[in-house]
């Protein structure tokens, strides 16, 4: 499914050219995927991406937790 793209560089300010690279990777990495390809490689994403914000509320809690002591 990615194993031949490259993933696109992102510069650290994360600019209007990084959003241009990012779609265009996705429009090539789609090019070879069904429908649902493409929807499990969304999911898979999203669901990556929920559990890190939710790694990151969880230090914040323990954070605020340690300050309050």
């Given at each position: 499914?990615?194993?031949?793209?490259?993933?696109?560089?992102?510069?650290?300010?994360?600019?209007?050219?990084?959003?241009?690279?990012?779609r265009?990777?996705?429009?090539?990495?789609?090019?070879?995927?069904?429908?649902?390809?493409?929807?499990?490689?969304?999911?898979?994403?999203?669901?990556?991406?929920?559990?890190?914000?939710?790694?990151?509320?969880?230090?914040?809690?323990?954070?605020?937790?340690?300050?309050?002591?």
């Open positions: 499914m990615t194993g031949n793209i490259k993933k696109p560089d992102i510069s650290p300010d994360f600019t209007i050219e990084d959003i241009h690279k990012i265009e990777w996705h429009a090539e990495l789609y090019k070879g995927m069904t429908r649902q390809e493409i929807k499990d490689f969304i999911n898979k994403g999203s669901d990556e991406a929920i559990a890190r914000m939710l790694e990151i509320r969880e230090e914040k809690k323990q954070r605020a937790r340690q300050n309050n002591a």
